[in-house]
């Protein structure tokens, strides 16, 4: 089996709530009939609205859901039904085949098939900047970083997802795709984002070490952090 994820951006004509409806329901359900398993939607919706500080578009305009799934096959022929069912939906998809990496899984809040998971997820879209080969990004991010991200944030989910082909025509040339969940405070409250509420110090001490981590293999001008509603399927 092989994972996928595409983001998908909505006809700047059609109304967003419909477009959210139609993604969970009937969007969800032609996937799921067509064979996709461990169906899960993140959607930039009504209720992550207050993270919208969180938000950085230097690279683009953020896709409005991002959709992600198992299939048995990623080859074009095997994946064209899920590709026609996405773009008939959308104004306009990228797809992406990726290998998952779950340092931290969620526990904490566990997800129920069909309910929004607690808190928000917050997905980076993270390209690899030209000035490191492809082993050095990969080490800082994975054998460095990672421990940072964990320590220093109160993430209670973080998935890795390595970006191995990019499937589809036009999309950007992403690296990784990471995805991590905060509770409700962290939308609006940086201490609570930084593990550190109430507490000055530890706060600026996290935060200059997840930037100082982060300086290191990932370009700011071409960095996308969407915010969203989880929803597993």
């Given amino acids: 089996m092989q994972k996928v994820i595409y983001l998908l951006w909505r006809d700047s004509r059609a109304n967003a ?23 899960q939607l993140n959607l930039d919706d009504a209720d992550v609205r207050p993270a919208d500080g969180l938000r950085q578009e230097q690279a683009g305009e953020l896709p409005q859901a991002v959709v992600s799934f ?35 899984p969620n526990t904490r809040f566990p997800a129920r098939a069909g309910q929004r998971t607690h808190g928000f997820s917050q997905l ?24 940072v991200a964990i320590d220093t944030q109160d993430n209670f989910q973080y998935v890795q997802n390595l970006v191995v082909q990019v499937l589809t025509p036009g999309a950007a040339p992403l690296a990784a795709i990471v995805e991590e969940c905060f509770p409700p405070a962290a939308m609006t409250d940086p201490m609570a984002f930084f593990d550190a509420p109430g507490d000055e110090a530890k ?31």
């Fill in 203 to 233: 706060f600026q001490d996290n935060l200059a070490v997840m930037m100082d981590s982060c300086q290191r293999f990932i370009d700011f001008d071409q960095l996308g952090v969407v915010l969203t509603s989880q929803y597993p399927q």
């Fill in 124 to 147: 980076a879209l993270l390209q690899r900047p030209a000035r490191l080969t492809h082993e050095a990004w990969l080490a800082i991010w994975q054998n460095h970083h990672t421990r």
């Fill in 17 to 39: 709530e419909d477009f959210f409806r139609e993604v969970r329901t009937e969007l969800a359900d032609r996937l799921v009939r067509l064979g996709a398993r461990h169906l």
């Fill in 70 to 104: 198992w299939l048995d096959s990623a080859v074009g022929e095997f994946r064209r039904p899920y590709d026609e069912v996405l773009q008939a939906a959308c104004a306009r998809i990228a797809g992406y085949l990726v290998c998952e990496s779950v340092p931290i």
